[in-house]
């Protein structure tokens, strides 16, 4: 019987296969596994299969309601991930082969590797007895030993219990944490999809937090007294400082020490005017010390290190680096694995550094190479603690350069590879040493201090030849002092009181974010629980950018620039949670928490079954204070507008859920009121002062219907005679002139350009543009033309410049803000003019990749995405291959006498189904086939803006379409029927 080992990445799987060969035997590499005569080794890509909750558990319809909470099913399914069931299904049937008797797990060494073991066993079913292989190091020699000793399945049980148990917990919180929050906020109608999870909602926290500290930031004055002494070799600059100041002392009367007292600062204009005056032109005593200092490099990067250099060196997103690093590590094998939390090496690794370096040595690498010889001839790599370091290797090691020199990188693959690899070599060089000089200037009773940084040997930093002083985090201290003579009196020559402000904490970036994710255990106060996260932080090195990106999505937080910025509906958010005490939700506690009874667990003792009851418990205490909350409004700082009420000039103030008009001074209000939150979208408080003023805004992304769609629209404040009080309302511009024959002018507008169709003018109108001729005017009350594009299409505002480009050149710029209707997904394309549809249409821009060569012109034939094969003949083959493939389809034929191979019809000229007369106005008048009809009618549809903005579902008859369907508007469940009516 054979045994199957399953690795975690293909990659483990080939280092498992070369390393077990000269005791293994020969290997045949088939597809997606290798085998021998006693092994099969294979690999998952990652996860393939997650948890979902039973069929009969899972609410579909109504599953945003309170009627329906908490969801806590009493086990979990599993679902097979979309993008890798192929490699599913070939491991499910490797391990359900007849020769098999045994399982290896070869997944990472830690929570999550056994989770991804688990999961797939589970779904095959299968009963095969299990070991465990337990790799933190990925030599040959480690890998045979670790076949030697593999544990059992018993040894593992405890981490599989935590692994299941952190993935249910997560599943459990999120899903009813999100439902629970979202049926809070859409109770007075609508659909506000409010998000929250373990990891998302504390890293919200932490940006949220920030922001309040910046706006509750009140600044004050304070002074420094900077003086410039001239001795006999030259001047030199320095600040006055209290050298009797302590901060203890000068924090005794506060509450919480006040960071902004420093010894160099002083609080009062005239107390730095009188030391400036007191010092000016008088002479001072010197005294200096110097001693020498050491600097050594940072260490090896780990994944949240290494997208924190890159953020900050490059401006690259985390997201962009996981993705450059994985290219590196997949396309180019020129990085080791990158998702890894570990910042040091196996300590069998010294041979494989030792290659690396003479490979970087030999690699042609002009500004690399001769660091690396300069490592290897100085004997440099040697075992060191602070590298080497078994204990501190978790399931991987850190990043580092592979022996595989790259070639073909792209500009930011090429920085990043340079990134690694420099401080790879860097850890193995010497410190930086430097001399740094402190000297104090004495003049009367006041203290003025200068210090100075020369760099002795530049060590490691020589790596970084010009970046060297980029890389010392003490610029300002990076300067060479003028020599005083010993005894040497020094004048005074300039000293000004130099008037400053304290300045607010700065917004996170995404640099400063993932080290305060990478960190969030150490402001937990508890010590078990800060213990417990010491090494873990909220979320994983391969799951931060995904969290950070995800925040962005749901418009928590905004990138600006490097800025992350918390938006109106994060505040929402944290206000809720504090309103509701659901605060844990929102604390990097509950990680800690979780991960201190996962310790526990993973050593017995804890059982699986008393953390799963405690966080059902939780959850069902967490749902039950959303859905008892009976008061009006959630407690918190709301804001009161500037701009008064449009219906009586009256105050307008915030609350939980609405802006309302409060009255004048000592009135009450007059009723005008809106919600924050129309169509699941939160107004910022600047977009509501613009809105009260101008009554118009948008248009606007981000609305949601009450099915989920996505939509973009404009909107107004109107008023409504029946309540004399003014409303807001959606303004999707609806065009109702043509139908109704109302006279439109233009004379107020500039052509953007002429009409492809006719050659007449094309004006904005309503929330299109359209042709003059389209629509009733004076000069031509019937229309003649037809030509109409929306303004926003499929949520991308056409812009009039993109107008104009369009009908000037018959293409726009590419645009970045289309959504799918089918799967809801972004995409880039140009509008342009298509002659032959006689329409605006898509043109997409062309693929980076070229199209890949097909298997039949080798071979001479195709497999079809059913498994089966198909005689074809080449095209542009040569007369001779031509006949050779049909040699090979005439052996092939008789074994396939089952499955025919089925030729695919083509539709003659002429043939299919014809329209009627009002349905060829829409479709052309050639004869087609049923289903494209359909889809000849969804582009039209689509191209013209004609889905309703508010039901997406519903569309909207135009001239063309009114005669096919009879009636203004109709379902997308309707087509069908419809077209039905209008073929013969």
Not at 289 to 306: C, N, R, V, Y
Not at 321 to 332: D, K, N, P, V
Not at 795 to 821: A, N
């Amino acid at each position: 019987m054979k045994t199957l080992v399953i690795a975690e990445k293909p990659s483990v799987a080939q280092d498992i296969v070369r390393a077990i060969t000269p005791t293994a035997g020969k290997f045949e590499k088939h597809d997606e596994y290798f085998e021998s005569d006693e092994w099969l080794v294979t690999s998952a890509v990652g996860h393939l299969v997650e948890i979902q909750a039973p069929e009969e558990f899972d609410v579909k319809r109504g599953k945003w309601s309170f009627a329906n909470l908490p969801v806590i099913p009493p086990y979990f399914d599993l679902k097979p991930m979309d993008k890798t069931k192929t490699r599913l299904n070939a491991i499910v049937k490797l391990a359900k082969r007849k020769d098999v008797g045994a399982l290896v797990n070869a997944c990472d060494a830690g929570r999550e590797g056994e989770l991804i073991f688990r999961l797939i066993q589970q779904y095959a079913g299968s009963k095969l007895p299990v070991k465990r292989l337990w790799l933190q190091s990925m030599t040959p020699a480690a890998i045979r030993e670790g076949f030697e000793t593999l544990r059992s399945e018993k040894q593992m049980q405890g981490l599989a219990d935590a692994a299941r148990s952190r993935s249910e917990a997560d599943w459990l919180v999120g899903i009813n944490g999100t439902r629970a929050m979202t049926a809070f906020n859409s109770r007075d109608g609508g659909f506000f999809l409010t998000t929250v999870g373990r990891v998302q909602t504390p890293t919200l926290s932490i940006v949220v937090e920030r922001e309040e500290k910046i706006r509750s930031f009140v600044s004050r004055d304070y002074w420094e007294v900077h003086a410039t002494f001239l001795a006999e070799a030259g001047e030199y600059p320095a600040k006055w400082f209290d050298p009797k100041w302590k901060k203890s002392v000068a924090n005794a009367d506060n509450a919480e020490p006040d960071a902004e007292l420093k010894a160099d600062r002083v609080w009062s204009e005239k107390e730095a005017r009188a030391i400036a005056d007191a010092v000016r032109g008088k002479t001072a005593t010197v005294t200096e010390e110097s001693k020498p200092t050491t600097q050594a490099a940072g260490q090896l990067f780990d994944l949240t290190s290494l997208q924190r250099e890159a953020n900050g060196k490059f401006g690259f997103s985390a997201k962009t680096t996981l993705s450059i690093a994985q290219s590196l590590y997949e396309r180019h094998k020129a990085l080791t694995y990158p998702r890894t939390d570990s910042r040091a090496l196996p300590e069998d690794y010294l041979p494989v550094v030792k290659k690396t370096f003479e490979m970087l040595e030999d690699s042609g690498m002009r500004h690399l190479a001769p660091h690396a010889a300069t490592a290897l001839k100085g004997n440099y790599i040697k075992p060191n603690k602070r590298i080497f370091d078994n204990a501190k290797v978790s399931d991987h090691f850190a990043i580092i350069p592979t022996l595989q020199a790259p070639s073909g990188l792209s500009e930011a693959e090429q920085k990043l590879y340079d990134l690694v690899v420099r401080r790879f070599m860097a850890v193995f060089f010497p410190s930086a040493e430097y001399l740094v000089t402190t000297r104090i200037s004495q003049v009367l009773e006041h203290s003025f201090k200068t210090e100075g940084k020369v760099l002795v040997k530049p060590g490691w930093l020589a790596i970084y030849g010009k970046e060297a002083e980029d890389e010392n985090t003490d610029e300002k201290d990076s300067k060479t002092l003028v020599p005083v003579k010993p005894g040497e009196m020094v004048l005074a020559e300039t000293v000004d009181a130099k008037g400053l402000k304290t300045r607010p904490p700065a917004r996170y970036s995404e640099a400063t974010l993932l080290g305060a994710m990478e960190g969030a255990g150490k402001t937990i106060d508890d010590d078990e629980l800060r213990e417990a996260m010491q090494e873990k932080g909220l979320g994983t090195p391969a799951t931060r950018a995904a969290t950070i990106e995800g925040l962005i999505a749901e418009k928590y937080m905004l990138r600006e620039g490097r800025e992350l910025i918390p938006t109106a509906k994060a505040f929402q958010l944290m206000t809720l949670l504090r309103g509701l005490d659901v605060q844990e939700l929102s604390k990097a506690e509950l990680t800690g928490e979780w991960e201190f009874k996962l310790a526990q667990m993973e050593h017995g003792k804890l059982s699986r079954e008393t953390f799963m009851a405690e966080i059902a418990a939780m959850t069902e205490r967490m749902v039950a204070k959303a859905k008892g909350y009976d008061k009006d409004t959630i407690p918190g700082d709301y804001a009161t507008l500037k701009t008064p009420c449009p219906n009586c000039g009256g105050v307008v103030k915030e609350n939980y859920r609405r802006y309302t008009c409060t009255g004048k001074s000592g009135d009450d209000g007059c009723g005008f009121s809106f919600g924050k939150t129309p169509a699941g979208r939160t107004f910022e408080t600047a977009e509501v002062e613009q809105f009260l003023r101008d009554k118009r805004i948008g248009p606007l992304d981000g609305f949601r219907s009450k099915a989920g769609w996505p939509f973009t629209a404009e909107m107004v404040i109107k008023f409504d005679e029946e309540t004399k009080n003014y409303k807001l309302e959606f303004d999707f511009g609806d065009d109702k002139n043509g139908e109704t024959g109302e006279i439109v002018d233009f004379s107020g507008q500039q052509s953007l350009g002429a009409c492809p169709k006719c050659g007449a003018g094309v004006f904005e109108h309503g929330k299109n543009y359209v042709c003059e001729k389209s629509v009733p005017t004076n000069a031509q009350p019937t229309p003649s033309c037809d030509f109409k594009t929306g303004q926003v299409i499929l949520q991308q505002p056409i812009e009039r410049e993109q107008m104009v480009k369009l009908l000037e050149t018959g293409k726009t710029d590419l645009l970045d803000k289309f959504v799918s209707m089918r799967t809801r997904r972004p995409f880039k394309a140009m509008l342009a003019w298509d002659k032959e549809a006689d329409k605006v249409n898509f043109e997409f821009a062309p693929s980076k990749f070229p199209p890949r060569k097909p298997a039949a012109a080798k071979t001479g034939t195709v497999k079809t995405p059913f498994g089966k094969t198909v005689a074809v003949k080449a095209a542009g083959a040569p007369a001779a291959k031509k006949v050779a493939a049909k040699k090979v389809a005439a052996k092939k034929a008789p074994a396939a006498k089952t499955a025919k191979p089925k030729v695919a019809r083509v539709a003659k000229p002429g043939s299919g189904l014809k329209p009627s007369d009002a349905l060829a106005a829409v479709i052309g008048a050639e004869p087609v086939a049923r289903t494209q009809v359909i889809k000849k009618l969804w582009d039209y549809i689509k191209a013209e803006g004609l889905q309703d903005a508010a039901n997406k579902r519903a569309i909207n008859a135009d001239a063309k379409l009114l005669p096919v369907f009879g009636k203004p508007q109709v379902t997308m469940f309707e087509l069908a029927g419809i077209v039905g009516k209008h073929l013969s």
